[in-house]
T-cell receptor, first 116, second 111 residues
Framework: GAVVSQHPSWVICKSGTSVKIECRSLDFQATTMFWYRQFPKQSLMLMAT?????????EQGVEKDKFLINHASLTLSTLTVTSAHPEDSSFYIC????????????FGPGTRLTVT | GQNIDQPTEMTATEGAIVQINCTYQTSGFNGLFWYQQHAGEAPTFLSY????GLEEKGRFSSFLSRSKGYSYLLLKELQMKDSASYLCAVRDPGTASKLTFGTGTRLQVTL
């Protein structure tokens, strides 16, 4: 149980275009979802926290107008990278937690974004 | 602020025991997690400590001292598949399960 999926697993886009990444909890309802970014050989950096039906809370230094997060249902959150630039190339990972298991986050397999 | 430190890289021999340390200075604390991450993959949960002491789970054990802001992950009977990054993360008490990750330790297991 507690499976989280992400789609796509990898994507290549041209500079200036937008890319949407989906994060789904497959067998549980995720009251909270988290979006992380990870650059090569670095640790995970939290970008934002989203709760179903409310606006996401962004970490300091993360542009909310560039990284649009929508958490429309208890099983789906989306991250849209708008007007992508090469420096946005990274590994994006989502995780989900549920109110029933407050101490553990379940991570998705990640999405590798390359902006050319 | 949040400051979580780990050694950057470690090397150990197959069959041996290795200890990966994590020190933290955070504005709040509500538990410490250890995750394993293979290259290009998502982190997988290894252990969770919220009280002082040792938690054992098979070949993996994790220790916590809240007064010292210190934890370690102990891996026994190392196998080649244990070559991965190991991430220490502290949970924020202000939010249900917001995590701040440490710098991560890349472990290389050799023959």
């Amino acid at each position: 149980g507690a499976v989280v999926s992400q789609h796509p697993s990898w994507v290549i886009c041209k500079s200036g275009t937008s890319v949407k990444i989906e994060c789904r909890s497959l067998d549980f309802q995720a009251t909270t979802m988290f979006w992380y970014r990870q650059f090569p050989k670095q640790s995970l950096m939290l970008m934002a926290t989203s709760n179903e039906g409310s606006k996401a809370t962004y970490e300091q230094g993360v542009e909310k107008d560039k990284f649009l997060i929508n958490h429309a249902s208890l099983t789906l959150s989306t991250l849209t990278v708008t007007s992508a630039h090469p420096e946005d190339s990274s590994f994006y990972i989502c995780s989900a937690s549920t109110s029933g298991r407050t101490y553990e986050q379940y991570f998705g397999p990640g999405t590798r974004l390359t902006v050319t | 602020g949040q400051n979580i430190d780990q050694p950057t890289e470690m090397t150990a021999t197959e069959g041996a025991i290795v200890q990966i340390n994590c020190t933290y200075q955070t504005s709040g604390f509500n538990g410490l997690f250890w995750y394993q991450q293979h290259a290009g993959e998502a982190p997988t949960f290894l252990s969770y400590n919220v009280l002082d002491g040792l938690e054992e789970k098979g070949r993996f054990s994790s220790f916590l001292s809240r007064s010292k802001g210190y934890s370690y992950l102990l891996l026994k009977e190392l196998q080649m598949k244990d070559s991965a990054s190991y991430l220490c993360a502290v949970r924020d008490p202000g939010t249900a399960s917001k995590l701040t990750f440490g710098t991560g330790t890349r472990l290389q297991v050799t023959l």
